[in-house]
T-cell receptor
Framework: DSGVTQTPKHLITATGQRVTLRCSPRSGDLSVYWYQQSLDQGLQFLIHYYNGEERAKGNILERFSAQQFPDLHSELNLSSLELGDSALYFC?????????????FGEGSWLTVV | GENVEQHPSTLSVQEGDSAVIKCTYSDSASNYFPWYKQELGKRPQLIIDIRSNVGEKKDQRIAVTLNKTAKHFSLHITETQPEDSAVYFCAASTPHYSNAGNMLTFGGGTRLMVKP
């Protein structure tokens, strides 16, 4: 158990809908990261938050947004869902914000868009 | 941005043999290189990492080497066991000085199969 908690574990929704994925980082970690992993694909970096502020952005679609709250939990919002958004979404956390901090992954949220 | 290439994409070895996975990166500013093991449907788990001020690191049957000049790093697993079968990802961490962020860029992954 990495200490990073993600909910829900599984989610099935229809095209055009909106979903919210939730993440609680490890105790004491201030950074939260979101990654997308499609079937047979690698891990694509989406976004990094540190202590409530956005710090780095990857190839995140405009239909996707994220935020980190004062209690440090984070939410990833996916809207106008398309079939191609079906993937495993990982949240990860680390203590600090800079390069070199060990990053620990949660168990992921499986999203299926039908 | 950073680009990480990983080879081979699949690797099959006999139990007890060694396995080597190689990665190259493009951004000379990258300074931290972790390796993750991912079993089917599970989270990536950190197995070993190396920082840019070190050339080699070993942890039991696993070792990682880093060549900063050539911008490549490798994972070595000795005496492989069936439970080593998984997908292995290398990654490179690049500091974002403008915004003090941390972007971990992953290679495409290597599916390692250890045959009993």
């Amino acid at each position: 158990d990495s200490g990073v908690t993600q909910t829900p574990k599984h989610l099935i929704t229809a095209t055009g809908q909106r979903v919210t994925l939730r993440c609680s980082p490890r105790s004491g970690d201030l950074s939260v990261y979101w990654y997308q992993q499609s079937l047979d694909q690698g891990l694509q970096f989406l976004i990094h938050y540190y202590n409530g502020e956005e710090r780095a952005k990857g190839n995140i679609l405009e239909r996707f947004s994220a935020q980190q709250f004062p209690d440090l939990h984070s939410e990833l919002n996916l809207s106008s869902l398309e079939l191609g958004d079906s993937a495993l979404y990982f949240c990860a956390s680390s203590v600090g914000r800079s390069s070199g901090n060990t990053i620990y992954f949660g168990e992921g949220s499986w999203l299926t868009v039908v | 941005g950073e680009n990480v290439e990983q080879h081979p994409s699949t690797l099959s070895v006999q139990e007890g043999d060694s396995a080597v996975i190689k990665c190259t990166y493009s951004d000379s500013a990258s300074n931290y290189f972790p390796w993750y093991k991912q079993e089917l449907g599970k989270r990536p788990q950190l197995i070993i990492d190396i920082r840019s001020n070190v050339g080699e690191k070993k942890d039991q049957r696993i070792a990682v080497t880093l060549n900063k000049t050539a911008k490549h790093f490798s994972l070595h697993i000795t005496e492989t066991q069936p439970e080593d079968s998984a997908v292995y990802f290398c990654a490179a961490s690049t500091p974002h000085y403008s915004n003090a962020g941390n972007m971990l860029t992953f290679g495409g992954g290597t599916r390692l199969m250890v045959k009993p």
